[in-house]
């Protein structure tokens, strides 16, 4: 009797215990999400963010330079909070707490263990990347809710025999698709989860796969037809991009893996790269469907971002939909490796390294919160990514008192990111024309061009003048006046403002034109 009373007493315990600390991490994250809205708040827009608000304000299919789904995650959120900070930054917020859910429930079918969810659960928060810069709105954060959407559907098929759960998954696949192009490197990945495993023939005998792959092309098929009317512009654009390299160099390889431990965290980063390749030997071996596919989700776009800075730079952003699967991995290995050798020296450690590893990271996201929101300090000077693109409210200031100055009307750039600022600091009051790299306004309303007056006031960086631009054209630029791009006392640019006279923009001109033609920035 007394050894069934302190068993019944040790299970409510425990019971009680992991109630506390799921209750302690959903606190935990509620503050930090609060924070992250506060700096999406106080924070400046950066550059891509404003461009994509621009397209926001248009009714198209489809861009050059991505698919829409960043466009529709800005209309949600302006539709909500306005043409403000937070409003523009409303869908990455949204897209770290969905990505977080699926983790959760990711790692808990998997493991049946709550200390391994929430171990998955704060890990995209020890890390800059997550923790902070899910803030931001870019193409890369709704396609990390869709494909983790997608993989979470994968899972629970293959926890539940049940291959109607293919039809989700390619839902989200087609939407993950309508985020970011690069959702195409996963594939390898379901391909693996569908042939590895024993149950192949099952998988591919099913029409549930191919019916999968069909409601992905039909969700995505906005983007082909957009593409087909109008040259496929949008592929060629992204697979006609200049290698910065003819022969290879280690020179970006290093780049790119020095920036994962700065992004991810110099604990944060080798765990990662532990977890995955650790689960995927052990997936591969006991042809694990969830293991194979979470670990390839990690591998097959890394090994292709890996080949590719052989050649050319790795943009900060392009991996971001990677992570999350690996936080998944460290989880979940993490769960069966005690499991198997809970005798051994480095399973035994492991918990200790995965409570610094979170700790630290958390601490070091809200510290870097803390300098951008609440202090005045540059320590980071020229190398600030923040920094470089928080001080054009000033320049847009300038640039508008000096239109007046010179009798202009309108605004004239040769360079997409004053372009997207002029328009958002200035709220499209006064009609902002880019006159060259026409591609990337593909059917957006002409309706300015019945504002444009005679004159104009032309503003780019200083050291690009892009004289070849206006060559082609009979305008005459005069000098009026130079602005610098400032952040906290530290000068980051310097912008020109010439007068235009003599020619008006031509906003449609016909594909292969001097002024239609986009290159990949």
């Known amino acids: 009797m007394a050894d069934a009373f302190f068993e019944r007493r040790l299970a409510t315990d425990g019971v009680s215990v992991s109630r506390f600390w799921i209750a302690a991490c959903a606190l935990l994250v509620v503050a930090l999400t609060m924070m992250r809205a506060t700096f999406a708040t106080l924070v400046p827009l950066r550059v891509d963010e404003a461009y994509y608000w621009t397209w926001s ?57 709550w ?14 990347d997550y923790g902070l810069m899910m803030s931001k709105v870019a193409p890369d954060t709704a396609m990390i809710a869709f494909s983790m959407a997608m993989v979470w559907a994968l899972v629970r098929l293959a926890l539940s025999g049940d291959l109607r759960w293919w039809l989700l998954a390619g ?84 780049d790119f893996v020095g920036s994962q431990f700065v992004l991810l965290g110099p604990l944060l980063f080798p765990v990662l790269l532990i977890g995955v390749a650790m689960l995927g030997r052990r997936g591969f071996r006991a042809r694990d469907p969830v293991a194979i596919l979470l670990s390839m989700c990690v591998i097959g776009p890394l090994c292709f971002f890996l080949w590719r800075s052989l050649y050319g730079r790795i943009g900060d952003s392009w991996p971001l939909f990677v992570w999350p699967f690996g936080f998944a991995c460290v989880a979940i290995n993490l769960a069966g490796w005690r499991r198997e050798a809970p005798a051994s020296p480095m399973a035994r450690i ?7 590893t979170v700790l630290g990271g958390i601490g070091c996201v809200v510290l870097a919160a803390v300098y951008y929101t609440a202090s005045n300090a540059n320590h980071l000077a020229q190398n600030d990514p923040i920094g470089k693109e928080a001080g054009f409210a000033l320049v847009v200031d300038a640039a508008r008192d000096e239109l007046g100055g010179a009798g202009a009307s309108w605004f004239a750039t040769t ?22 790299e026409r591609s990337r306004q593909i059917g957006f309303r002409a309706g300015q061009a019945d504002s444009i007056g005679l004159v104009g006031l032309y503003v780019a960086p200083k050291d690009q003048p892009m004289r070849e631009v ?19 006392g530290v000068r980051y640019d310097t912008y020109r403002m010439e007068k235009l006279t003599k020619w008006q923009p031509v906003l449609s001109p016909p594909p292969g034109d001097p002024l239609y033609v986009s290159r990949p920035h």
């Open 57 to 113: 304000s248009e009714s198209v299919l489809s861009y050059l330079d991505h698919p829409p789904m960043v466009a529709w995650s800005v209309q949600l959120g302006t539709f909500l909070f306005g043409d403000t900070n937070l409003g523009v930054r409303l869908g990455g917020l949204l897209a770290m707490l969905a990505m977080q859910g699926l983790l959760a429930d990711i790692v808990w079918r998997t493991t049946r263990d």
């Open 115 to 128: 200390r391994y969810t929430i171990f998955a659960v704060l890990l995209p928060e020890a890390a800059l």
């Open 171 to 254: 839902l989200f696949g087609g939407l993950a698709l309508l985020s970011k192009y690069t959702a195409i490197l996963l594939v390898p990945a379901i391909m693996a989860f569908a042939v590895v495993p024993s149950w192949r023939r099952q998988q591919l005998s099913s029409p549930y796969p191919w019916l999968a792959a069909l409601i992905a092309l039909v969700v995505f098929s906005p983007v082909l037809y957009w593409n087909a009317v109008h040259d496929w512009v949008s592929f060629r654009f992204q697979l006609d991009r200049p290698v910065q390299l003819e022969e290879w160099s280690l020179r970006f390889l290093g």
């Open 350 to 356: 492991a918990p200790d390294v995965a409570a610094i």
């Open 415 to 436: 360079d997409y990111r004053i372009y997207a600022m002029l328009r958002w600091h200035l709220k499209d009051r006064i009609p902002v024309v880019q006159v060259n």
């Open 470 to 488: 206006w060559e082609t054209t009979t305008a005459v630029l005069e000098p009026r006046a130079l602005v610098d791009l400032t952040w906290r």
